[in-house]
């Protein structure tokens, strides 16, 4: 499975931004696919979580009520949409997908950065 992430940029921060993952090869195989974000100087964290099965999703805490995730699964594709972006949000933002659960996430896409100005 390839993911390709796609919409970073600059947004100053309340804007809003939609992020795409694109997947291809094999796809159907996958459990759900999900967004992780890493900061300059910290560890990668999980944002949030889309279910294929049941199209459930599960977000982090700090992500909650300003990020929704969707997805089409015709078109392999999952959406990231940010709104009221704050400055703690900048990030390179990753795609990712798990074929089995969520706690073990298999592939991964090369990131797009988000950078939110105060």
Do not use: H
Request: charge should be neutral; charged fraction near 15%; hydrophobic fraction near 35%.
């Amino acid at each position: 499975v390839q993911l390709q992430a796609s919409g970073g940029g600059l947004v100053q921060a309340g804007a809003s931004l939609r992020l795409s993952c694109a997947a291809s090869g094999g796809t159907s195989s996958t459990y759900g696919m999900g967004w992780f974000r890493q900061a300059p100087g910290k560890e990668r964290e999980f944002v949030a979580v889309i279910r294929w099965n049941d199209s459930s999703s599960y977000y982090a805490d700090s992500v909650k009520g300003r990020f929704t995730i969707s997805g089409d699964r015709a078109k392999n594709t999952v959406y990231l949409q940010m709104n009221n972006v704050k400055s703690e949000d900048t990030a390179v933002y990753y795609c990712a997908a798990t074929v089995d659960s969520d706690a073990v996430w298999n592939y991964w896409g090369q990131g797009t950065l988000v950078t939110v100005s105060s």
